[in-house]
């Protein structure tokens, strides 16, 4: 069962607040020792309230007086660089809220400029969109294509090392493999080009009913459909 969000406002009731008190106050300094132990650093926590006649305090007085000591000796403007109050710390949790807003607003967008992107290819009018919708929806096509080039260009490169890279043993092997293998001679080549000539002229002299789509009236479509639409059917174009 996960625990139920706290509301950060003050509290009116006093039982209430001052149970609050306590509990908090007792996890404050838990934390503090945890972190002084764990990481080895110096640190105190002076707290005071109206329901104690003195302040709650760690670690020891001369503990307290030696980190203080330390804080004292700094700069002034190195002892406020990181020194926040309630305002000050809400006001950079806002503008970090923000800047995650608008992150996520970024990548919204480029998701929705993609699908229309990949609709526009299917054949889909882009006449509804807006001249901020075209405005970004070119902006992505260009990092696409910019992508792509990048990429050819690396591959080039890397086919260039690999072709000039090539030691001259394998440029050896290569050509005692191919003068011991069986050469087929003028004669066998010229007989295997006749035979496929003939064979191409009887599908032409076939009748129009026994035409398997070589030269009748309708051309057969590469992957086996007359539809022009199954020539992008896959995973992006539906």
């Not at 509301?7 to 945890?34: P, Q, W």
């Not at 109050?85 to 993609?114: C, G, H, P, V, Y």
């Amino acid at each position: 069962m996960t625990r139920k969000k706290v509301k950060l406002a003050y509290i009116t009731n006093d039982s209430a607040r001052k149970a609050t008190f306590k509990k908090r106050k007792k996890g404050l300094l838990k934390k503090v020792s945890e972190l002084s132990t764990l990481c080895g650093i110096k640190s105190c926590a002076i707290i005071y309230s109206p329901y104690d006649s003195q302040p709650e305090v760690w670690a020891s007085e001369h503990g307290i007086q030696h980190v203080l000591g330390l804080f004292k000796n700094m700069p002034e403007m190195e002892q406020t660089k990181k020194m926040v109050n309630q305002e000050s710390f809400l006001k950079q949790r806002i503008a970090k809220a923000n800047e995650q807003l608008k992150k996520q607003q970024k990548d919204n967008r480029e998701k929705e400029m993609t699908e229309v992107m990949f609709q526009s290819l299917t054949g889909k009018s882009l006449h509804n969109l807006t001249m901020m919708d075209l405005n970004d929806l070119g902006w992505l096509i260009d990092q696409n294509l910019k992508n792509i080039y990048r990429r050819i260009g690396q591959l080039n490169k890397v086919a260039q090392k690999q072709v000039q890279g090539e030691p001259a043993a394998a440029k050896t092997e290569g050509t005692m493999v191919g003068s011991t293998s069986t050469s087929t001679t003028p004669s066998e080549m010229n007989v295997d080009t006749m035979q496929r000539q003939q064979w191409f002229m009887d599908m032409m002299n076939l009748p129009q009913e026994n035409n398997m789509g070589f030269g009748g009236d309708e051309m057969m479509l590469p992957f086996g459909d007359n539809s022009h639409n199954a020539l992008w059917s896959n995973a992006f174009f539906p």
